[in-house]
């Protein structure tokens, strides 16, 4: 019998996600012979029920919510002797992982993609003994994005990341950075680390423009100086695609990352806040199967 679970945050799409609900149920019924539905009511729900859909072998895993949705699935699929197809249905603010995929954002167009079944092999990245699938991010900008309210992230959305982010950059407080790679070793200081797996982070789908979901690598920016001015020349070269040619940018392709500094300072994964540096991160490739329009 196939079998399919819809994980869904309640809360999520300004909570529209139960209106929507019924369309997803009634669309996955027309390929699966059984439609389960899981409604998380806290943190860690999204990671229980993907390893039940792992250890019950279920032929597919839908998400029905944001990217921290999408972040707590991916550590209850990951490194699963059977791990279900992934589909998703962005309900969040900023959708980071759909928008590097090419899924759309509106829930309807994204539950037909689904329904056309088209898969695509994903890389997703291990930090320490937890599971992540778009970036991480080391620096005060970084923490900074732990003040957003989920108001302020209904009401502006990812522009509210952007608020915060300036409100840092006033304090300005490089610290000290040791980052290990493929290639060697960086030892300086930086305003901002940021390691994505994707082309799209809060939002911005030109950091890295050349990344892909399954290249194996883990495209790393050093931003060693982040005054106000420069921040100002910094913007236009995002905008473009071209941040990794700016002076004060140092950039790194490598499947292994290891960062240290002897400052108390905390990694940003996927958008939350995770834990202390140290850190050892690394991409474990093609490792998720993922429902794509047919053109990704």
């Known amino acids: 019998m196939s079998k399919v ?10 909570e529209k996600a139960g209106k929507i609900l019924p369309n997803a149920e009634k669309a996955l019924e027309e390929i699966y012979e059984q439609v389960t539905v ?11 029920f993907a390893k ?25 699929l990951a490194e699963q002797e059977h791990r279900p197809d992934f589909g998703i249905i962005p309900l969040g603010t900023v959708n980071d ?11 309807e167009a994204a539950i037909e ?26 620096g005060s ?14 009401r502006l959305g990812s522009f509210a990341y952007f608020i915060e982010g300036a409100k840092a950059i006033i304090k300005k407080n490089p610290f000290p950075l040791t980052v290990e790679h493929d290639q060697g070793r960086w030892i300086g200081k930086a305003h901002l680390l ?37 921040l100002l020349k910094i913007i236009p070269s995002l905008m473009k695609g071209e941040i990794k040619r700016h002076d004060e940018v140092e950039y790194i392709q490598t ?18 806040e995770g834990f202390l540096l140290p850190f050892q991160a690394n991409v474990l490739h093609k490792h998720l199967r993922l429902f794509v329009p047919g053109k990704a």
Do not use: W
């Open 5 to 14: 679970m819809i994980i869904i945050n309640p809360s999520s799409g300004k």
């Open 38 to 48: 899981r409604k998380t009511k806290g943190e860690g729900d999204a990671t229980d």
């Open 52 to 76: 039940e859909a792992c250890a019950k072998r279920f032929d597919a895993v839908i998400s029905m919510g944001g990217d921290g949705t999408v972040n707590e699935i991916v550590n209850g």
């Open 97 to 107: 992982f759909a928008r590097s995929l090419g899924i759309p954002l509106s829930p």
């Open 113 to 138: 993609i689904i329904k056309d079944k088209q898969i695509k092999e994903s890389d997703i990245g291990k930090i320490n003994d937890r599971y992540f699938m778009n970036v991480l991010a080391v």
């Open 141 to 154: 900008i970084a923490e900074a994005t732990y003040n957003v309210s989920i108001e302020q992230k209904t």
């Open 194 to 230: 940021i390691a994505t797996m994707t082309n799209s982070v809060g939002g911005f789908e030109q950091l890295a423009p050349e990344a892909e979901v399954n290249d194996g690598k883990l495209h790393t920016f050093i931003i060693k100086d982040l005054s106000l001015p420069l």
């Open 255 to 272: 499947s292994n990352l290891h960062l240290t500094t002897p400052e108390d300072i905390t990694v940003n994964i996927d958008g939350d």
